[in-house]
């Protein structure tokens, strides 16, 4: 009779989580409609946009649950991740050429977690080059490439474009999602800082797709 009763209750949870897992999301709620919409990266695709922060906590905490959800992305979603750039926040600055060094040499998804773990849970000061070059090097990433990228003149220019970007996107907390440049979510507004937020962009990315995908 135990072993009836744990089944029932098994089969109740995982109803339960399936029916919440599917709840309807809310405008003004779970989401809002982008004030002014933006074009995404690459026409007939779905894209999702995080706007993060190395040194944010909140990002560090729903990193886990973003990798896993992108890991599993189907081939017409891209997922783009772009570092926060907000005027006169000379903290973020470093950590934003951290970013734009690594993207640069297309290891920036690789070592998300890497940065973020040490900016966050080993407090290493990667905002000191001293500090910073030789972590890198703990990485196995080629330091003088790295170096190369961190203080070149496109890293100026890419520093530029990502404030531009944050202005655009009307970035005012992180982390932040945004669903074919139409949407915003945020696990401030659904909430919760788990799962939960992946379960709202794909909610969001079945209620709006690309005209090409419709048409399959």
Known sequence: MLNTWLKRLLISTTLLAASLAHAEIREGVEYKKMAKPQAVAVAGKSEVIEFF????????TVAPYVEDWAGKLPANVNFR?????????????GHTKIFIALQAMGLEAKQQLAVMTAVQK???????????????????????????????????????????????????????????????????????????????????????????????
């Open 122 to 216: 080993d407090r290493i000061e990667l905002r000191k080059e001293d500090v910073l070059f030789d972590w890198i090097k703990k990485q196995s990433i080629d330091v003088a490439k790295f170096k190369a990228q961190y203080n070149s003149f496109s890293s100026s220019a890419q520093l530029n474009k990502l404030a531009q970007m944050t202005r655009d996107y009307q970035v005012d907390g992180v982390p932040m999602f945004v669903v074919n440049g139409k949407y915003v979510t945020s696990p401030a507004m659904v909430g919760k800082e788990d799962g939960t937020i992946t379960q709202v962009i794909d909610q969001l990315l079945a209620l709006d797709k690309p005209a090409a995908a419709k048409k399959k």
């Open 53 to 60: 922060w190395y040194g944010c906590p909140h990002c560090f």
């Open 81 to 93: 991740r772009i570092h926060v750039a907000w005027p006169g926040r000379s903290d973020m600055e």
